[in-house]
């Protein structure tokens, strides 16, 4: 998995010039272009500190901070989540172009978060961060009297993670978080650190926030040093090359720290011999744009190599690669209504022979319409599933005079699915 970066983008007074609201409007987009063109992921946008002592902000303070920066940073292809505890503020930000809720109380603090998140899911495939809570945190860790941090910990998130399910979250939308510093102390929140496939094991994605947070001083101190913010900052980074490829993210103040750790522990990882990688290659790897007759269907394949790959026996065939059609195929709401981008990889086996040597198009597959047939079978009547369409394509396909038998790709690069992925696709060989 590679580990996103989830930039920290709080929109408070304290945190912006004294300029007035349009001044700190302006200042925080601004940052939030920053953190985006530093190699942020996400940009986290808060209007209300959690922070253990912070004072609360009513609702319609937090959302005249936070909605008109979510707005301009979507607007700008940048892609936000709303951190907070208020599904009010949760559902407006989501329709202002947020596509993660990100509260610190798992849906604990406000009655109506989980209902907010499944309509923030159903109507916009928002994931929803759960993070892990037990109160507005107190600054005395008062309520860190954990027998067993780590079970305690993972128990509580799993029966938020089913409470979201059970309300109308899709699970494929739901992200978990140890919530460090959240009423723990800094020994448990490393336990806890230590322990993070304890919690991966639950099946959904981890992000870690752990940045500048008093377990990060404590551990400086702890060993002599000095813990002013470039050290908190430097410690924050190894703890994402440490959580790296573990973690589906890590929610940080200093961007360009965490995509520096993350490069190099890329290196590492990516150095370790093939047998430790996984081998699901031939999927993740990206639709490429472009036509040929040759042979690109299998990443490093030698067509002579090709065995159950080979598309009916025959050597000679056309190959259309990344075919893109927005059209509107899903099981989600949203996927209905606002559709998305299907790319399509057809091969179709035809003897060439005869087309070659006449150079006469009729004796071949007209590749302009074959793309054109596609695009019509891809763009009709919305069904559930990429397999159908994918069915559907090749039975088009299979209709072109000489085709003796075709190979089908539909990918479907935005899907869905709340962890990091490159692609997801089904593929067919008919007859
Ligand atoms: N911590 C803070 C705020 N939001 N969100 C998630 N998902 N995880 C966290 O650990 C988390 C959070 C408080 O830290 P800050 O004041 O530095 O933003």
Known sequence: ???????????????????????????AIARGRALAAQG???????GESTRPGATPVPVEEEQRRVLPVIRALTAEGIETSIDTIHAQTALAAVAAGARSINDVSGGLHDPAMLDAAARAA????ARFIIGHWRGIPDPAHQRSDYADVIAEVRDALADRARAAIAAGVDSSLIVLDPGLGFDKTGQQCWALLAHLDTLIELGYPVLVGASRKRMI?????????????????????????LAAGSAWGVRVHDVVGSVQA???????????????????EDMADPPRNGISTADPITPGGASSARGADQVGGSA????????EVFAHHGVFDFERQNGQRFIIDAEVAVDLRAAASGDALERTVHYGELAEAIVAAVERDPVDLIET???????????????????????????????????VAVAVVRP
């Open 389 to 423: 369409v994918a069915e559907r394509v090749a039975d088009v396909a299979l209709r072109f005079a000489g085709v003796r038998s075709a190979k089908v790709t539909v990918h479907k690069p935005d899907a869905p699915i709340a962890a990091t992925f490159a692609d």
């Open 217 to 241: 001083a404590e551990a400086l101190v702890g060993a002599g040093l000095e813990a002013d913010l470039s050290a908190r900052d430097l410690a924050t980074s190894v703890v994402t090359a």
């Open 1 to 27: 998995m590679n580990t996103l970066v989830m930039g920290v983008l709080n929109v408070t007074p304290d945190s912006f010039s004294d300029g007035g609201q349009f001044a700190a409007t302006e200042a």
């Open 122 to 125: 159903a109507e916009h495939g």
């Open 262 to 280: 993350l490069a190099v522990a890329g290196a590492w990882q990516g150095a370790r011999p093939a047998e430790d990688m996984g081998s699901a």
């Open 40 to 46: 942020a992921s996400i940009v986290d946008v808060g």
């Open 316 to 323: 000679d065939r056309i190959v259309l690669t990344g075919l």
